[in-house]
């Protein structure tokens, strides 16, 4: 089926460890996003890519970096995972006529 | 930066009544895109209704509408005939037009817990 396929679906991390979310579309969608959700905050944007080859900070970017790999791929990595990041992580893509965004099913992270 | 604010945390309603739940928002932007997203218990985020703030007309999606008061910077959803697969976290999000390189990111305010009962 067509859609935003993300690994894994869940995750417990140590303190410390790193660790690498991974996100890919088969859409064919120029624009990628990375949102982490926390009880009572909604969803926030962490780090966007409007197209292949860029990428752009968000609201919360600290503690995470991104990659755009190709047209279909865009990962979030933590260096050095922090209790703080605890949270379900979603990636999104979004098509030219701004539709509104395809959102993967999320990451269930916890750093313990 | 805009601004997206859901002052219902949670709300109730009965099997096939009416709800409406509220959104406010805070932007100097002319042009811009309104979302209501829907998250059930299975936690995949699935659009609802979208609204052009360049149409007057408010939009509608079978038992789901809403009213768009642009002056007012508000844009509530209103689900009629309630079903219990209804039953979700929703979410209001803005999008402006794009700025710079902006990526036609979406703002969430912080969502509505919905329990529809029998």
């Known amino acids: 089926n067509a859609g935003v396929t993300q690994t894994p679906k869940f995750q417990v991390l140590k303190t410390g460890q790193s660790m690498t979310l991974q996100c890919a579309q088969d859409?064919?969608?120029?624009?990628m996003y990375w949102y982490r959700q926390d009880p009572g905050m909604g969803l926030r944007l962490i780090y966007y890519s409007a197209s292949e080859g860029t990428t752009d900070k968000g609201e919360v970017p600290n503690g995470y970096n991104v990659s755009r790999l190709n047209k279909r791929e865009f990962s979030l990595r933590l260096e050095s995972a922090a209790p703080s990041q605890t949270s379900v992580y979603f990636c999104?893509?979004?098509?030219?006529?701004?539709?509104?965004?395809?959102f993967g099913s999320g990451t269930r992270l916890t750093v313990v | 930066a805009q601004t997206v604010t859901q002052s219902q945390p949670e709300m109730s309603v009965q099997e096939a009544e009416t709800v409406t739940l509220s959104c406010t928002y805070d932007t100097s932007e002319s042009n811009y895109y309104l979302f209501w997203y829907k998250q059930p218990p299975s936690r995949q985020m699935i659009l609802v209704i979208r609204q052009e703030a360049y149409k007057q007309q408010n939009a509608t999606e079978n038992r789901f509408s809403v009213n768009f008061q642009k002056a007012a910077k508000s844009f509530s959803l209103k689900i009629s005939d309630s079903q219990l697969g209804d039953t979700a976290m929703y979410f209001c999000a803005f999008m402006k037009q794009p700025f710079s390189n902006s990526g036609y990111a979406l703002n969430f305010g912080k969502g509505t817990s919905l329990l529809v009962t029998p």
């Open positions: 999104a893509s979004r098509s030219r006529d701004r539709a509104g965004y395809t």
């Open positions: 859409m064919n969608h120029n624009s």
